[in-house]
């Protein structure tokens, strides 16, 4: 072999190789699937659900897979709440926040769990459900794009996911498109770079663990070895649990509540108070602090010889510490408390 040959005369040879083929004939076919993800891409099938790079369709189940139990019929409710109760659990990194993030975001959920109690009344034994979907997941500094794909079917009465790529960067471009329309493109080329969904034939190491209520569990290997990217859902067990873990929370969250209506009422009767003071002193500051001119002068004065004038400049003091009187205001009103003595 020449010591000038490379991968690039490889690469044009192969090209001339495929040229020669008739027409009809498909070159890219030729190749091993292995070079193009074989089973883990979502090629063809029957759309129940598409969006730009996003999809749900009906694809066949893979070979020599065991028959499902398909069709079967799965309530709105019981999928959301089964796909909302999942964690993706990571570890601190760097510019990483530590702990748990949900595998679906909230549109993903609702997306999903209602195309899915469509859908698979519709299948037949021999049908899978592919999926690929990008939600806007919070990071550090801001939201990112990402990309959750698997394959979904129903066997052994458990909801049955085999994932594939989980929270894939998809990295918007800012580019002049962006910028003036506002339309958001993904940097990664999915020709070269697709978004793969998984197999059951072949276990997908994921970069974290999935986590969940009571009635997740998890597929085994033949070594009885757990897979964390085959997940098998108790849509029942989950909806129990979850319910359970709701009846629990509003114990405390009504003694909380409860706790700041107290509160509240209290601070509201003390500015009540405050209020009515106020405008007994201010009323008081307006007339002078006299009698007003009329009969009574002398119980007036009795009243303020019998001690009235010490709790008018116990208010007056509680008046200015609460803020509610200026100190030019409480040393005027003072000044005329003091006279009447």
Same mark, same amino acid.
């Given at each position: 072999?020449?010591s000038s040959?490379?991968? +690039?005369?490889?690469?044009?040879? &192969?090209?001339?190789?495929?040229? #020669?083929?008739?027409v009809?004939?498909?070159?890219?076919?030729?190749?091993?699937?292995?070079?193009?993800?074989?089973?883990?891409?979502?090629?063809?099938?029957?759309?129940?659900?598409?969006?730009?790079?996003?999809?749900?369709?009906?694809?066949?189940?893979?070979?020599? $897979?065991?028959?499902?139990?398909?069709?079967?019929?799965?309530?709105?409710?019981?999928?959301?709440?089964?796909?909302?109760?999942?964690?993706?659990?990571?570890?601190?990194? &760097?510019?990483?926040?530590? =702990?748990?993030?949900?595998?679906?975001?909230?549109?993903?959920?609702?997306?999903?769990?209602?195309? /899915?109690?469509?859908?698979? +009344?519709?299948?037949?034994?021999? !049908?899978?459900?592919?999926?690929? &979907?990008?939600?806007?997941?919070?990071?550090?500094? $801001? *939201?990112?794009?990402?990309?959750?794909?698997? *394959?979904?079917?129903?066997a %052994?009465?458990?909801?049955?996911?085999?994932?594939?790529?989980?929270?894939? %960067?998809?990295?918007?471009? $800012?580019?002049?498109?962006? #910028?003036?329309?506002?339309?958001?493109?993904?940097?990664v080329?999915?020709?070269?770079?697709?978004?793969?969904?998984?197999?059951?034939?072949?276990?997908?190491? /994921?970069q974290?663990?999935?986590? =969940?209520?009571?009635g997740?569990?998890?597929?085994?290997?033949?070594?009885?070895?757990?897979?964390?990217?085959? /997940?098998?859902?108790?849509?029942?067990?989950? $909806?129990?649990?979850?319910?359970?873990?709701?009846?629990?929370?509003?114990?405390? &969250?009504?003694?909380?509540?409860? *706790?700041?209506?107290? !509160?509240?009422?209290?601070?509201?009767?003390?500015?009540?108070? #405050?209020? %009515?003071?106020?405008?007994?002193?201010?009323?008081?500051?307006?007339?002078?602090?006299?009698? @007003?001119?009329?009969?009574?002068?002398?119980?007036?004065? @009795?009243?303020?010889?019998?001690?009235?004038?010490?709790?008018r400049?116990?208010?007056?003091?509680s008046?200015?510490?609460?803020?509610? /009187?200026?100190?030019?205001?409480?040393?005027?009103? *003072?000044?005329?408390i003091?006279s009447?003595?």
């Amino acid at each position: 072999m020449p010591s000038s040959w490379s991968l +690039p005369h490889a690469s044009r040879l &192969l090209a001339c190789l495929l040229g #020669m083929l008739p027409v009809a004939a498909h070159p890219i076919d030729l190749l091993p699937d292995f070079l193009f993800g074989g089973d883990d891409r979502a090629e063809g099938g029957r759309p129940l659900w598409e969006a730009g790079n996003e999809y749900v369709r009906v694809i066949p189940r893979e070979k020599d $897979a065991a028959p499902n139990q398909h069709p079967v019929t799965l309530s709105v409710a019981e999928l959301t709440t089964a796909l909302g109760a999942l964690e993706y659990n990571r570890d601190a990194g &760097l510019l990483k926040r530590a =702990g748990s993030v949900p595998l679906f975001v909230p549109s993903q959920v609702s997306n999903l769990a209602n195309i /899915l109690a469509r859908g698979m +009344p519709t299948l037949t034994p021999d !049908e899978d459900i592919a999926f690929a &979907l990008i939600g806007m997941h919070e990071s550090t500094f $801001a *939201r990112e794009r990402k990309a959750i794909a698997g *394959r979904i079917f129903y066997a %052994e009465d458990r909801l049955n996911i085999v994932l594939g790529d989980v929270h894939k %960067e998809m990295r918007v471009a $800012a580019n002049k498109r962006v #910028m003036t329309t506002g339309e958001m493109s993904d940097d990664v080329d999915l020709r070269t770079d697709p978004i793969r969904i998984g197999r059951r034939a072949k276990e997908r190491d /994921l970069q974290h663990r999935v986590a =969940g209520p009571k009635g997740l569990e998890f597929a085994t290997t033949g070594r009885g070895k757990p897979r964390g990217d085959w /997940l098998k859902l108790d849509l029942a067990t989950i $909806a129990e649990e979850v319910t359970k873990q709701q009846k629990r929370l509003p114990a405390g &969250l009504e003694e909380e509540r409860g *706790r700041m209506q107290r !509160e509240t009422q209290q601070m509201a009767a003390e500015r009540r108070q #405050m209020r %009515e003071e106020m405008a007994r002193m201010r009323k008081e500051m307006r007339e002078g602090g006299g009698d @007003g001119g009329g009969g009574g002068g002398d119980d007036e004065r @009795g009243s303020v010889a019998g001690g009235s004038v010490e709790k008018r400049l116990e208010r007056l003091e509680s008046l200015r510490e609460k803020g509610l /009187l200026s100190e030019a205001e409480y040393a005027r009103k *003072r000044d005329e408390i003091l006279s009447e003595l």
